[in-house]
Structures are given as structure tokens and as C-alpha cells.
């Protein structure tokens, strides 16, 4: 405490003052030379010296059901991106072959545009719902009310690691019909009532892209209890051909989104450090948390009542300007960052407000509809997000955050 009080009364690093940290964060992805020797290196090798780069992609099968039995699912499928994943998951479930009328599917709008522009590229049309203010989720009590007749199902995101509420959710779409599709991209780990997002809708859809909380640079899959699903999702992904059938017969119309086998096996060595990584960053997050509370102003994230494990893909916070002398958040987000604390606004404004969705808005109006989102408005103006990277280290790393911000406070209050 001493140290924080003694930091807080220096010059703002933003001014020309020493900054808080200087020391790097825990990278990502964390490569080691003796990971690489005992078990990355060995698994690329096994792939290079097989021969067998792409099909019949066995350690991409291995990899997708190494996902599914983690995440308690039936069965899952690796594929070259999230998007990738997002509309084979929609097509999948929905049962469509990308050019019928998908009919229209709600989602929350404050998400990456990828939640959106899959369903849309599957011909569905998509309405925007409000979140809940808390945990930055889709509303169920929003989903409720953007129900019309042509709606075709649901598309919760977990956003920033924390869980949608999918028992909400679960019975909203068996009281109306409608499937389940979880965009699990930023929550690989995170859990409702102890079960894995992933295995809780129709079909989950997962991103194993750069900043991810396992990845392969670029990645994605498709997890899901239903085997017809599964099976829909495999001829989407692989030009239409079925399991057990023959090479050159294609039963229904699909697209190429096979992965690589060395995205699988680079994979492979990572998926067993998930758990333990996840657990970190909840630990991690828990002791920021409780001393950020102590701090006028900053809203540290909150772990709704069904989130037993949150995946801590992002810190969300929010920034009240009133509690740091009016000053506004881009000033707080820059003096942050030259305390040596990365961080971003993140999503600035609603999804539907984006230019392109925008456009899309005015060319298309019966594909985007857009109902009331005054918390998404609230979210997208007020939130600082701080990276998962940051929440791999120890305490030491959070007395830092904790440090840097008190600092900025007394300063802006002067
Ligand atoms: C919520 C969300 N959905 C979907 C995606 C798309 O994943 P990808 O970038 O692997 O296509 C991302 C990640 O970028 C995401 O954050």
C-alpha cells in the first residue's frame, strides 16, 4: 500500500514522469525453447515426416475431439478461422445450404463483427439486441422482446470469457422454436453451472486466432452434441462430401474450410495447458478485482451468479470520468498505456453502427434490423479492456494495474 501511495503522488508518465512499469507482460502466444524441442517441434515433425499435410486430417480429427471432450461435447471440428466456424455452426444447426432463406437470428450487439457477418454470409438476416449491463451478454429479457415470426434461432457470445446466460437463453429458444448457436470465440474454458460453453447450445463455434486463449495463429471449430449437426457441419466444410463417402461424390453443396494438420497439432500441444492457464487468469483477475473495487470510479467485470468459471479473454472494466476530475476516458486510456498498462477502449460503438453494417443497413434493410440497445451504447462509451495476457503473471503484475491507476486518479484530481 506504501508503494502505491508514494507512486501515486508522481508525475504522470503521459507528462514526461518515470512510469509505473517498464518490466514486458507475459507474452502471447509463450513460446519456449524447451516446449519448442519436447513436444512442438515432435509434433510437426510427426505431421511433416506422415506425408499427411491435409486429408484425411487424422490429427485435425484427434484435435476436434480433444475439443469436444474437453468442453463436455459430443463432437467438434477444426477449421481455418472462428468466421470460418460461426457459419458452418449456423448452416450446421439451421440445417441450411447457404443460399435458402436462412430466416433471421438475434445477437448481441456488442460483439466482433464475425457474430454478425457469418450468419449474414449464410443468408440469414440478423437482428441486433440489447446486452446486459453487467456482463456485457446478450439479455434475455432483449432477446425476448426481438422474437418475430421469422426468427430462426439465437447466437449468444460469451463476451470476454464471461458466459451468456444460457439457461435463459435455452429456454427462451425451446419455448419458441428456435436453435442455439453459442459463439464461443473469447471463452474457451468458461462455464455455466459447471458445464463448458461449447456444449451448451446447438452448436458452439470457437476462434484460435492470434490473441485467443488457445491458438494456432489462425483457427476455429465447431463443437456440437448432435450428430446429424455434426455430420451437416463436416459436408459444409469439406465441399460437400459426407463421412464414409467417396472422395469425388458430393451430397450437398459445401464449401472448402479444412484446416492445415499442423494448425491441429500445434494445437494438440497446447489444449493441455488451457485448464491450468484459465485458472490462472481467474486467479489473477479475482485479486485485481478486489483491488480495484476499492477504487472510486472503476467497475471492475462481475461473475454473474450461473458463471462458475469465466474464460478471462479480456478485463473489462468500466471508466467513470467523474471520478478522475472530468477527465475522459481516451485521456485515461492514453495516460494508462504510458504507465506501462496496455489497454483499449475496444468496441466503440454497436456492431450496427459500424460503416459497413451501416451500409449494409441501407442496401439491405430487411437483413439488419436493430432493436433498442442503450447498454450496448453505455458499454461501448465507457469500457476499458485490459488484454488476458496481462492476467498470466502474479500479483506483482496486478499491483501494477492497481499502482498505475491510483496514480492516474491523484493526478487527474489535482
Ligand atoms: C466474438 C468473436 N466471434 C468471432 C470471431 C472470429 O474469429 P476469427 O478471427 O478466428 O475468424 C472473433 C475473433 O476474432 C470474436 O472475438
Known amino acids: 500500500m506504501a508503494t502505491v501511495i508514494a507512486a501515486s503522488a508522481k508525475k504522470l508518465a503521459v507528462e514526461g514522469g518515470a ?6 507482460w507475459p ?3 509463450d513460446p519456449t525453447e524447451a516446449e519448442w524441442k519436447e513436444v512442438v517441434e515432435p509434433a510437426l515433425r510427426e505431421v511433416y515426416l506422415s506425408g499427411t499435410e491435409g486429408l484425411p486430417c487424422p490429427q485435425s480429427e ?6 469436444a471432450d474437453y468442453c463436455g461435447a459430443s463432437y467438434g471440428l477444426l477449421m481455418p478461422h472462428g468466421t470460418d466456424a460461426i457459419k458452418a455452426a449456423v448452416a450446421g444447426a439451421l440445417d441450411l445450404d447457404g443460399f435458402q432463406d436462412g430466416g433471421n437470428i438475434l445477437l448481441p450487439n456488442y460483439t466482433f463483427v464475425a457474430s454478425a457477418s457469418a450468419p449474414l454470409d449464410v443468408n440469414c438476416s440478423v437482428t441486433f439486441v440489447d446486452i446486459d449491463p453487467k456482463t456485457y451478454t446478450m439479455s434475455v429479457e432483449a432477446a425476448e422482446a426481438a422474437i418475430r415470426p421469422d426468427t430462426t434461432a439465437i447466437l449468444p457470445v460469451h463476451l470476454a470469457g464471461h458466459p451468456a446466460d444460457m439457461d435463459g437463453l435455452n429456454a427462451l429458444a425451446r419455448k419458441h422454436g428456435l436453435k442455439v448457436i453459442e459463439d464461443c470465440a473469447q471463452a474457451h474454458g468458461a462455464e455455466v453451472n459447471g458445464r463448458k460453453v461449447g456444449s451448451l447450445g446447438d452448436a458452439g463455434a470457437f476462434s484460435f486466432q492470434s490473441s485467443k486463449n488457445l491458438t494456432s495463429g489462425e483457427g476455429g471449430a ?3 452434441n448432435d450428430l446429424d449437426t455434426h455430420h451437416r457441419v463436416i459436408s459444409f466444410s469439406n465441399v460437400g462430401r459426407i463421412p464414409g463417402g467417396a472422395r469425388w461424390e458430393y451430397h450437398r453443396l459445401g464449401w472448402n474450410y479444412r484446416p492445415s494438420e ?3 497439432a500445434l494445437l494438440l500441444t497446447r489444449l493441455p495447458r488451457l485448464e491450468e492457464q484459465t485458472q490462472r487468469r481467474n486467479r489473477n483477475a479475482r485479486c485485481l478485482t478486489e483491488r480495484l473495487n476499492e477504487i472510486e470510479g472503476i467497475a471492475p467485470p462481475v461473475h454473474a451468479p450461473w458463471a462458475t468459471m469465466h474464460g478471462y479473454h479480456l478485463y473489462l472494466m468500466r471508466y467513470d470520468p467523474a471520478a478522475f476530475g472530468g477527465r475522459s476516458r481516451a485521456e485515461f486510456l492514453k495516460a494508462l498505456d504510458a504507465e506501462g498498462i496496455p489497454c483499449t477502449p475496444g468496441y466503440t460503438l454497436p456492431l450496427s453502427e ?9 442496401v439491405y434493410p430487411d437483413r439488419v434490423r436493430v432493436e433498442p440497445c442503450p447498454n450496448v451504447e453505455s458499454a461501448a462509451e465507457s469500457c476499458v479492456w485490459l488484454y488476458q495476457n496481462q492476467l498470466l503473471g502474479d500479483e506483482g503484475d496486478m499491483d501494477d494495474i492497481v499502482e498505475a491507476i491510483t496514480k492516474i486518479q491523484h493526478a487527474f484530481r489535482r
Open 62 to 67: 484427434r484435435f476436434g475431439q480433444a475439443l
Open 222 to 224: 465447431v463443437t456440437t
Open 19 to 24: 512510469p509505473v512499469r517498464t518490466r514486458p
Open 354 to 362: 459500424q460503416a459497413g453494417m451501416l451500409r449494409m443497413r441501407e
Open 262 to 264: 499442423y494448425l491441429a
Open 27 to 29: 507474452s502471447w502466444p
